[in-house]
């Protein structure tokens, strides 16, 4: 049995996609019972080899595989905040552009520059604001 399972964690690492029992059967080259096949995934899950999602199975490795390369895929600002403001494509391609061509600005990244650049908007229309609500609470003479 401990062989069998082997040779099926080695088969399910190399599918991308996620597979149930039967396709897995229906792939083998001789006839395989299906209790072993159950009982070899239930092992590897156990085991935490493979994850089973609803009725498929996918493995571990293939998962982080997956997970690594989302990490490492750049995302627009606007799906990286849930229900947060919309920043559209075109502005965040400025700002990259921005980024690339002046480095010495010294910013690590697009979402540092945007932090930076609403914290400098804020205080300057706090200012403002402050300016405003000092000049209309002073008592006319």
Not at 3 to 13: I, R
Not at 31 to 38: A, S
Request: net charge negative; glycine share 6%.
């Amino acid at each position: 049995m401990q062989d069998f399972k082997e040779q099926l964690l080695e088969f399910v690492e190399e599918r991308e996609e996620p597979f149930n029992m039967t396709s897995l059967v229906e792939s083998c080259n001789s006839f395989v019972d299906d209790e072993w096949v159950r009982g070899a995934l239930f092992e590897l899950e156990d085991e935490g080899r493979i994850v089973k999602l609803d009725h498929h199975y996918l493995s571990t490795r293939i998962l982080m595989r997956r997970w690594i390369r989302a990490k490492e895929e750049p995302r627009p600002i606007s799906e990286d905040v849930l229900n947060g403001p919309f920043v559209p494509q075109g502005l965040i391609d400025r700002i990259e552009e921005l980024l690339d061509e002046m480095p010495e600005l010294g910013y690590l990244d697009m979402d540092e520059f945007v932090r930076d650049a609403v914290r400098r908007l804020l205080e300057k229309f706090g200012k403002t604001l402050k300016g405003k609500s000092d000049q209309g609470s002073r008592p006319n003479k």
